[in-house]
């Protein structure tokens, strides 16, 4: 067990980071940032933040020589960097969950040999082989890049061989997963954490609604049937058990109309689709990843109440600063600034959370506040 006092370590600067640095130090650890931008949203609220690149050694030998612990934000960290660390550190989760994770391939053959069901996919590694996994998938299909994609980035919707072949160039010709494009009834997630004794504690099943393959509203508890949800909440503890993983996990999913579920992806780190823990749960996920690297016990997951997460983009920026005013009008609304200085178009800047009775009225709530805070 890791105690307060003890220092950890945090690969990635972002605002996940940011968050696991709030609780972390609440907690009363110390937190050292490792993330080459000099403003990176958690080094500058971190005890320090090492202003270099993931695969410096020197970085690294200091990273490593003052914390006990050190987990990441993002699952591209490089291999080298995390067997470096093992060397003298816990690192959670492992190397070998996150390299499953970071290539999309690897995710889905993973899912495959596990009999976990997830979309029918075909891996491409090079143009020739675009116009038979085209005629397998069928049309319309998505290629996705395997490594390296977020929030919609790397990945094209196509309805012919050519717009295949034109989306893998762009992609610079990188292996992809072509998947079927599927015209699901909601997508849904589960976000758990697991313990250094296998204790899994999951939050509730959330309905996730994306605009543009961003995340733009998470519903908790999600508007599925509790069966629907039970299958959901026993995927996602089968994958963290099948990894023997460490730490906090999240499985996106898609729920079809016909009650299959099928696994779009897996995140082996606090997810966006889990920020509405912060206000709504007794234990929120960054808490969670505190305590599941400094092996305790992880908390409860029990939801407060009904709740709406809606993210606030660089593109609310467009004319003018939100009009914050409009959200503090209301007083279970919760406002969680990542403290970025560009608003740029598409970038995460921050996020709200509104509490209500039940899920309708809070959504209703979010969407008129969402609408407000544009000029
Ligand atoms: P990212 O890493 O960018 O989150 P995802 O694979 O999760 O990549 O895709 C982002 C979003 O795009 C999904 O949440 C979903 O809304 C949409 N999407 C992805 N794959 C499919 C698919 N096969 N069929 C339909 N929509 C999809
Ligand atoms: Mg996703």
Redesign the pocket.
Known sequence: MILPGATLGMLGGGQLGRMFTVAARTMGYRVIVLDPDPHSPAGRIADRHINANFLDGGALHELSSVCVAITTEFENVPSDTLDILANTCFVRPSANALSMTQDRINEKTFLQNNHIPT?RFVAVTTENEIASAFKLIGSPA?L?RSRL?????A?WKVESVEEALDAFRKMDSAPCVL????R?KC?ISVVLARGVNGHIASYPTAE?I?VN?I?DTTIVPARVSHIISTKAQKIARKIADKLNYYGVLAV?M?AMRDGRILV??IAPRPHNSGHYTLDACVTNQFEQQVRTLCGLEPGETRLLSPVVMINILGDDWSNATPAWEKLFDHPNVKLHLYGKSVPRPGRKMGHFNVLDKNVTKALKLAKTIQSKLKF
Do not use: M, V
Not at 179 to 182: P, R
């Open positions: 979309n998505i996705k994609g977020y929030d919609g980035k990945q998947e079927e494009f599927l699901y997508e996730n994306h393959a995340l996106e898609f779009n992806e």
